[in-house]
C-alpha cells in the first residue's frame, strides 16, 4: 500500500511516497492547480494546505496543540476573504492571503477525491516526538537537523530524493512528516484535531496526525 505526503513549493508541490512506512519516490507536481493524477494509486494522499475555509474548530484546535509554537498555525480566512484583492481592512495576514490559491483548489478537488487529507507538519512531528515541542524553527541549520533525526527514527530516510533534490529542504522534510501522517490515516492510528472532526456540508473537517 503506498500513500503519499504533499507539501507547497514554489509553482507547485513536493511529494515523498512511502510504501507499508518506507519512503519509495519523490516527486515535484506542477502547476499549484494540478490535479494530482500522478498520485492515482495512493491510498491515501496528506496535504499541508486548509482543505475548507474559516472560521473552522482546526485551526483553534491545532494552535492549542502546539502549545509554545502555536503560531506556525494561523487562522483560515473565510472563501470571499481569500478571493478578494489583499490589502488594507481584510483582517487576514499577507501569508494567509497568498495561499488562497492553494486553498481554493485543494478544498474543490477534495470535494470528488476523499483520499485527499489535510496535515499540518509541525503537528505531525510533534506528535513523532511524544508530544515535546521541537527545540529549533524548522528553517534554521538545528531546526532541520533535528526534524531529519526524528523523521529517520521512525524510517523514514529522505536522503537520497532524486526529483525534489533542488526543492527547499524543509519543503521535503515536511512532505515527508506529511506522509508519516498519511501512513497513519491508512492504517486507521491516526488521530485529529478537533476530535471528533467538525463537519462543515458533507464534510469532516480537520488536521490529521
Do not use: C
Amino acid at each position: 500500500m503506498r500513500v503519499a505526503g504533499v507539501d507547497g513549493t514554489k509553482a507547485g508541490w513536493v511529494v515523498v511516497v512511502l510504501e507499508d512506512g518506507k519512503v519509495v519516490d519523490d516527486l515535484l507536481l506542477s502547476p499549484v492547480q494540478s490535479s494530482f493524477s500522478e498520485l492515482a494509486e495512493m491510498a491515501v494522499i496528506a496535504i499541508d494546505v486548509p482543505i475548507g475555509f474559516g472560521p473552522r474548530q482546526a485551526d483553534a484546535a491545532a494552535r492549542a496543540y502546539l502549545s509554545g509554537s502555536a503560531s506556525t498555525v494561523f487562522p483560515i480566512p473565510t472563501q470571499a476573504v481569500l478571493q478578494a484583492p489583499f490589502g488594507p481592512g481584510l483582517g487576514v495576514s499577507a501569508q494567509a492571503h497568498a495561499l488562497g490559491p492553494r486553498i481554493i483548489h485543494v478544498t474543490g478537488v477534495a470535494q470528488s477525491n476523499k483520499r485527499l487529507h489535510e496535515v499540518h507538519p509541525e503537528v505531525s512531528f510533534r506528535a513523532m516526538n511524544n508530544g515535546t515541542a521541537m527545540k529549533y524553527r524548522k528553517k534554521s541549520a538545528g531546526g532541520a537537523f533535528e526534524r531529519l533525526q526524528l523523521l529517520r527514527r521512525h524510517g523514514l530516510h529522505v536522503e537520497n530524493v532524486r526529483a525534489t533534490a533542488h526543492a527547499p529542504l524543509d519543503d521535503v522534510l515536511d512532505a515527508a512528516a506529511a506522509a508519516w501522517s498519511a501512513q497513519r490515516i491508512a492504517n486507521r492510528e491516526a488521530q485529529s484535531l478537533p476530535a471528533p472532526p467538525e463537519v462543515a456540508g458533507r464534510r469532516a473537517v480537520a488536521i490529521w496526525y
